[in-house]
């Protein structure tokens, strides 16, 4: 797994929790503190708080499984020529 995912948060326990959790799970993770970075580029999900870890990680296979099936899709449909 060589995924990045963005965390923001602005407690930085919380932070750093997260941060290596989702490392542990194999991600490549990128930090900030402000949610302003996060509206920036897009971002996929929100979880409020209070989360738990675990929660944490379903969501983000939950959204990878999401975007790779639709990649999938798209990548059908190129070859085949089929825009449905």
Do not use: C, F, W
């Amino acid at each position: 797994m060589n995924e990045k995912i963005l965390v923001v948060e602005d407690d930085p326990s919380a932070l750093r929790l997260i941060q290596y959790t989702l490392q542990y799970e194999g991600y490549q993770v990128l930090t900030a503190t402000n949610g302003l970075a996060g509206l920036k580029v897009g971002a996929d999900d929100y979880v409020t708080k209070p989360a738990d870890t675990a929660e944490i990680v379903r969501r983000v296979e939950r959204l990878l499984a999401q975007k790779a099936a639709a990649g999938s899709k798209r990548t059908a449909q190129h070859i085949t020529g089929n825009k449905q």
